[in-house]
Nanobody, 114 residues
Framework: QVQLVESGGGLVQPGGSLRLSCVASGSIASINNMGWYRQSAGNPREFIASVSSSGNTIYVNSVKGRFTVSRDNAKNTVYLQMNSLKPEDTAVYYC????????WGKGTLVTVSS
């Protein structure tokens, strides 16, 4: 069983940056895909980005060119670097195993506001 704990959220001004981290209690080396979802108030969770064990990445169009997902298997950690943040990026961000969606973290809140 894998437990995921996200961190790095907070309040940031539009145009600013944050880096989210997701630390797994177990090894993620055998997990092919890890990803990030987000959920804003009144909306369903939406897929943001994923990274495979070989480093291949996928992004939703709304974050392409601004967000970068990466992983460090030795540290059992997945990262989400978020640049040029916009108010519409405000949400709770979740780390998740893919494609099964079996394991989720509790989320970290990102608020983009002036």
């Amino acid at each position: 069983q894998v437990q995921l704990v996200e961190s790095g959220g907070g309040l940031v001004q539009p145009g600013g940056s944050l880096r989210l981290s997701c630390v797994a209690s177990g090894s993620i080396a055998s997990i092919n895909n890890m990803g990030w979802y987000r959920q804003s108030a009144g909306n369903p969770r939406e897929f943001i980005a994923s990274v495979s064990s070989s480093g291949n990445t996928i992004y939703v169009n709304s974050v392409k060119g601004r967000f970068t997902v990466s992983r460090d298997n030795a540290k059992n950690t997945v990262y989400l670097q978020m640049n040029s943040l916009k108010p519409e990026d405000t949400a709770v961000y979740y780390c998740v195993t893919l494609p099964d969606l079996n394991y989720w973290g509790k989320g970290t809140l990102v608020t983009v506001s002036s």
